[in-house]
Structure formats: structure tokens, C-alpha cells
């Protein structure tokens, strides 16, 4: 497996990929995005030339590695991971579970909607990065994730209505009360499975979404203007 976690790692840029907080995802892939930005503040006080170079050795790396993964799960060579792959895949990249333990039925779904941009049921080439991030977040959290259910999901029905996601979010506000809009607005964005609640791999999505927003409202505080999320 040490391919495949060299792979995270390298995504994650010099966070490593067992840090402790994981990126707030910005959008389906904002990890993604968000381990770019890093790496590229990385190469603040060097020349424009060498961060490029330095940027360009890194696409060349993240291009290495991703063909060297669709070499060994895309075995009918059609140039994407269908889910039978994808779920090879994320056999061998979870590292807490004994080796060969495969992802739930909800977990393969829910990496399939995150990542599965042309919504063609497969990984796409493209799309692989968005697919290893994704579960890679949703893989360090998992006890996170378990706490904020045995905590917030008082009727045990494995996810969180909305009135159970509004008690989490007035917590994670530091018991400051939440509006029901902005509870609407985080169930919406995170219900990728559009089953009205938010089930477990659902929760890390809507916990990152939630700190995003917090942290647009701060950057729009300091810049004197007005928060407006879509």
C-alpha cells in the first residue's frame, strides 16, 4: 500500500497525509484545490522561475502517479474506473480497516458522487485525484464521524435528520444559535445522496462545509464587506 499512500500524501502537499485536520472542501473537490494552494504558498520567497519549475515537477509527479494507479486497477484498459475498480481501489487505500476489508455499499456511493463528475457511473482520469481525496478525508475522520453520531443521533437511525444537523452546527458555532437557512444550506450541499438527512460518510461533508463557510464570513469581515454564500 505504500504507493497509494504516497499518492495521498503527495495530494496532500507537506500537510502529510495523517495531519490532523483535514482541508475544507470547497465545492466536490475542494480538497484538491485547497492542497494546491498550499503547496503553491509553499514557494512564496522564491522566483516566479522556480516556483513554476517546482510546480511543473509536481504535475509531472501527480500525472506519474495517477497513471501508475489506472495501470493496476483499470484492467480492461477503457480508460476509467468503473465501480467494480473504484471499489478495488479503495480496498487497498484504506488503511483502518484489516487489508482486503472493502468500503461499504454507502461509502463506494458516496465516493461516486463526489467524484463522478460526468455522472457516467466511473472514475474518469480526471476525476481520480477528486476520488482519492475524498476518501482519504472521509478515512482519517472516520472516528470523528462516529462520535458526532453516537453524540447528535439520539433516535440511532445511522444519520442525522434536521434537526439533529442544526444541534450539531449551534455546537460547532460555539452554542451561538444557527438559522434554519443556514442548516438548509449545509444539508443541501452535503446530502449527495438526496435521502433528506445526512448519513455517516455525509456528516464529514457537511462539517467542512460549515468551517468554510466560517471561514468566508471572517475573510469578508477583514475586507469590510458582506458574506454571501452560494
Not at 114 to 119: L, S, T, V
Amino acid at each position: 500500500k505504500l504507493q497509494f499512500l504516497y499518492l495521498i500524501a503527495f495530494l496532500e502537499g507537506s500537510r502529510g497525509y495523517r495531519g490532523k485536520r483535514f482541508m475544507p472542501m470547497v465545492g466536490r473537490f475542494g480538497a484538491v484545490a485547497a492542497a494546491t494552494r498550499h503547496q503553491r504558498r509553499s514557494c512564496v520567497g522564491n522566483s516566479r522561475i522556480e516556483a513554476q519549475r517546482a510546480y511543473a515537477r509536481q504535475e509531472r509527479e501527480t500525472a506519474k502517479l495517477v497513471a501508475q494507479v489506472m495501470e493496476k486497477y483499470d484492467t480492461d484498459q477503457s480508460g476509467a474506473l468503473s465501480e467494480d475498480q473504484v471499489e478495488r481501489l479503495l480496498t487497498d487505500l484504506d488503511y483502518t480497516t484489516p487489508p482486503g476489508t472493502k468500503p461499504t455499499q454507502e461509502e463506494l456511493a458516496f465516493v461516486m458522487q463526489c467524484a463522478d463528475k460526468r455522472r457516467n457511473k466511473r472514475i474518469d482520469r480526471d476525476e481520480l485525484i477528486g476520488a482519492v481525496t475524498v476518501y482519504n478525508a472521509y478515512l482519517k475522520d472516520k472516528n470523528r464521524i462516529d462520535a458526532v453520531l453516537t453524540k447528535y443521533d439520539d433516535n440511532q437511525s445511522g444519520a442525522l435528520d434536521f434537526a439533529q444537523t442544526k444541534k450539531l452546527l449551534v455546537d460547532l458555532n460555539d452554542g451561538i444559535e444557527v438559522s434554519d437557512n443556514e442548516v438548509k444550506m449545509v444539508m443541501s450541499y452535503a446530502d449527495v445522496g438526496l435521502t433528506g438527512d445526512l448519513k455517516r460518510v455525509e456528516v464529514l461533508l457537511a462539517i467542512n462545509y460549515w468551517y468554510h463557510m466560517a471561514e468566508i464570513e471572517e475573510e469578508e469581515k477583514g475586507k469590510g464587506g458582506c458574506c454571501v454564500v452560494l
